[in-house]
């Protein structure tokens, strides 16, 4: 098998497990309860929902607290995706470009057409800064909306680069553990502390990138509201 086999979106018996992976997330959280009092797991996910939302909706003017559903539970479907992904034996569908350009280019195009929408002489203004000169113009308004086309691009291929490349390194680093444990028990050993350091680090990846992916989301949004 190829390195990149793990990447390829699996199919099981004619059911695409991508869409399996994609409601799986849902199941694995405790439904809130009408009752006064919840216990500490109820209490501590409300607990970190309503600080993420207060820490993610700061820099946004009240017209974009309308959001604060939709980003924070884009942030929790993201990372419990981007987690178990690490388990063995599963598949991480935020490893699929098709994904996440999904997720991106849709949000993205909703906070340009806000923009437009309410003040678009504001959303309009961003492709020139104030002072420029004459000459540069033309060239910086082209610069500024390729830019500003790219950016949903950037979103979606930084979370694919990083997820796949921090997999793909955990399965080399475990194929050089494995062949070289009759060979070279010592630096197999070794080479086992390093994988599992890795993982931790990849473990912090899938929680920040989710969190950028959000907050960069965010950003987009606070320019157009």
């Not at 820099?59 to 974009?64: A, E, H, S, T």
């Not at 539970?73 to 470009?97: A, D, E, K, R």
């Not at 500003?148 to 390194?169: D, E, K, M, S």
């Not at 680093?173 to 630096?187: E, H, K, N, Q």
């Amino acid at each position: 098998m190829s390195f990149f086999d793990q990447f390829m979106s699996p199919v099981y018996l004619g059911v695409p497990l991508m869409a399996l992976a994609l409601t799986l997330p849902w199941v694995l959280y405790p439904t809130p309860s009408a009752r006064w009092l919840n216990n500490r797991l109820l209490t501590l996910q409300g607990w970190f929902i309503n600080r993420f939302t207060q820490q993610l909706l700061l820099p946004l003017n009240p017209g974009g607290h309308k959001w604060a559903t939709l980003l924070t539970s884009l942030m929790i479907f993201l990372i419990t995706l981007n987690m178990l992904g690490l388990l063995p034996y599963t598949f991480t569908p935020t490893t699929q470009l098709s994904l996440n350009m999904g997720l991106a280019v849709p949000l993205w195009l909703a906070t340009v057409i806000i923009g437009m929408r309410n003040q678009p002489t504001h959303a309009l203004g961003h492709l020139l800064p104030e002072g420029t000169p004459t000459l540069l113009i033309p060239v910086l308004i082209i610069i500024e909306t390729i830019s500003l086309f790219i950016r949903p691009l950037a979103l979606g291929v930084r979370l694919t680069a990083n997820l796949t490349a921090g997999h793909l390194l955990i399965q080399l680093i475990a194929t050089a553990a494995f062949v070289l444990l009759p060979l070279m028990p010592t630096v197999a050993i070794l080479t086992t502390i390093l994988l599992f350091l890795l993982t931790l680090l990849e473990v912090a990846v899938a929680m920040i990138q989710a969190y950028v992916f959000v907050l960069l989301l965010s950003l987009y949004l606070q320019e157009n509201v």
